[in-house]
Each structure stands twice: as structure tokens, then as C-alpha cells.
């Protein structure tokens, strides 16, 4: 089931060590989601530094579980992020499976994703559930805020997964949740299934390899609120100029950085899309985990990745 949101942003408040998100939803329902505070550390190992929010108070990286109550409290997705006035303005969307699934936040003027957020769990690297057959719209969002899948007929874009459906094969419902409208964006062919699928493949090697990773996915859409960008279809769907994504290793503190632009690239080295933490704040417009606006050259080494024996390993388990 999903659990989103789609209403009016009512209060934030902060009451250590939690942060609540209370939206309505109408009818007389509200959500609220629970955050946990967490800190980060840089791709050094580093502790992050904190600058203040507006209130006065040290800024702070939130974790969360997508988790909202109704007189309830359901269990939901792991995910962290910095506190950002970019996300207040955006839709939340939530699709929860056990332990796993993922956040989206929606540009309702611009019909993206700004930022989709996921926990990778290395037991969720390996799944077998047959790819759904289409896209679907975001019905958790208003309607007016929603694109579909007609949208990219014949515009020279393929609807591109941040969040990759093959993280979301080890469960038939969270696979066809990541096919939702709310998790993708308009991506040339030669980069959605050439070195952005290479990144994808590599991605669960890591969290194979690791144990777990946090994933911070999404597209470069332009300068300022209201950039100009290229639209397609009947909902004039913004078309990204390039796309990034941060891996987070939890367990080490580690964090790695990729951008690449929209515009074919094969398969290959991934060493040539590796950018320092800090371009991606750039990038995104967003304070993200150890991407503060700090400049700085240092990539950090890429991780490695034995894809030859993930692959074996998925290849045995979907015999």
C-alpha cells in the first residue's frame, strides 16, 4: 500500500530528538511523520559542520521513516535527509513495504521528483519479481501536480527510474510502486539503459557488498524557483539537464558522488561521473548530506564493486 501525502504543509516542529511534519489532508484527517535526528559524517570520515537554521538553532541532518499516523503509527521506509526550505515546498510521497521502499519529494509545477530517497539493504539487492508492465500515475498527488506516462509518448524521452525498480525486486507490490509517476523523470535513452543503468548496477553491488547504503537520487533542474527548462506532453513535464546521485554507507560514514548530463553515454568507467560532494549541492539547489556548499576538489577514491560475483549471485538466486 502506499502511504503518501498530498495536502497542505500545516507545522513543523522540532521536540528532541524528534522533528514532526503535521500536513492535512482533508475530511478532517491529518498526517503526521515522525523524524529521527541523526548526524552524518563526510566522505573522509569527518564529521560534517553545522551551520544555523532559521530559528537559531544548529542545523540538523534528519532520518526518518516515512512513517504517518492516523490515531496509529504504521511502520515505513528508512530515509535521511538535511533539514531543507527546497523539500518544505514540495510534495511528499511515501511508498512503504516492511522494511523497505522509498521518499519522493514532487515538484508539483515542474511534475518530477526533486529528490527521491531510499535504504538499500543488501538482503533487497537480489529479487526475482517479474518488471510491471507500465507506468502508473501518482493518484497520492493532486491532480493538478501529476504527469503520466502519455506524457513521453513520442518526445525523445524514456521515463527514467530514480529510484531503480530492480532495488524493488524482492517485493512484486514494491517494484510496482517504483513504477509510480511520483519516482521518475524524462531521461534520453542513452544514458536511462547505458552508464546511469551501469550506476544502478553498481549501487547494489556496494549495498551487496556493504550491507546497507542510503541513496539520495535525483535531477538537475535549473537555477531559481521557476527555471526555464524544456517541457513535454499535455502536463509540460520538465525535461532535467543532467542527473546525480550521493551513496551513503551508514555503517562507515563513507558517501560517494555522481552527476552526468542528458545526453548519451555508454557503458564504462565510472571514475569520469564522480564529482566532489559539494557540486552536487550545486547541482540539486538542495542541502544534501555531506554536499554543503563549501568548495572542494576532492572526490574521495571510488568504491569497489565485484559486480562478476553480484551478478553470479543474482543470476543463481532468479534461476
Known amino acids: 500500500m502506499a502511504d503518501g501525502v498530498n495536502a497542505h504543509l500545516l507545522t513543523v516542529c522540532v521536540v528532541p530528538p524528534t ?4 500536513r492535512e489532508e482533508g475530511n478532517g484527517r491529518f498526517a503526521i511523520y515522525e523524524i529521527r535526528l541523526l548526524s552524518f559524517r563526510d566522505g573522509t570520515g569527518a564529521p560534517q559542520s553545522r551551520g544555523g537554521d532559521a530559528c537559531g538553532r544548529p542545523s540538523i541532518t534528519i532520518a526518518g521513516s516515512c512513517r504517518r499516523r492516523h490515531l496509529g503509527l504504521r511502520s515505513g521506509v528508512a530515509w535521511a535527509l538535511p533539514q531543507n526550505p527546497v523539500l518544505a515546498a514540495m510534495l511528499p510521497i511515501c511508498h512503504a513495504h516492511g522494511s523497505g521502499g522509498y521518499a519522493s519529494f514532487v515538484d508539483a509545477t515542474l511534475k518530477v521528483p526533486r529528490l527521491v530517497v531510499y535504504r538499500l539493504d543488501r538482503n ?7 518488471r510491471p508492465r507500465s507506468f502508473h500515475a501518482e493518484l ?5 501536480a ?8 513520442n518526445s525523445g524521452y524514456q521515463l527514467g527510474h530514480m529510484a531503480p525498480n530492480k532495488d524493488f525486486a524482492w517485493d512484486e507490490d514494491a517494484q510496482h510502486d517504483s513504477f509510480s509517476m511520483a519516482n521518475v523523470a524524462p531521461q534520453v535513452a542513452g544514458l536511462n539503459t547505458q552508464q546511469w543503468e551501469h550506476l544502478e548496477e553498481t549501487v547494489r ?3 551487496w557488498m556493504r550491507g546497507t547504503v542510503t541513496v539520495y537520487v535525483g535531477p538537475e533542474l ?8 524544456q517541457g513535454i506532453g499535455a502536463h509540460h513535464v520538465a525535461v532535467p539537464t543532467a542527473f546525480w546521485k550521493i551513496i551513503a554507507d551508514p555503517r562507515t560514514g563513507e558517501m560517494i558522488g ?6 548519451p553515454i555508454a557503458k564504462g568507467d565510472l571514475a569520469p561521473w564522480q564529482v566532489p560532494l559539494s557540486g552536487i549541492w ?3 539547489g538542495m542541502m544534501l548530506p555531506g554536499a554543503g556548499p563549501a568548495p572542494s576538489q576532492d572526490r574521495g577514491p571510488l568504491w569497489p564493486a565485484d559486480l562478476p560475483s553480484y551478478h553470479a549471485a543474482a543470476r543463481s538466486a532468479c534461476r
Open 222 to 229: 535549473g537555477a531559481g524557483p521557476r527555471p526555464v527548462l
Open 146 to 153: 501529476r504527469a503520466t506516462a502519455s506524457d513521453y509518448s
Open 282 to 284: 550545486h547541482i540539486s
Open 19 to 22: 522533528l514532526l511534519v503535521k
Open 140 to 144: 497520492d498527488l493532486p491532480p493538478e
Open 258 to 263: 555522481f552527476a552526468m548530463p542528458q545526453q
Open 205 to 207: 553491488a556496494w549495498a
Open 124 to 130: 533487497h539487492t537480489i529479487g526475482c519479481s517479474p
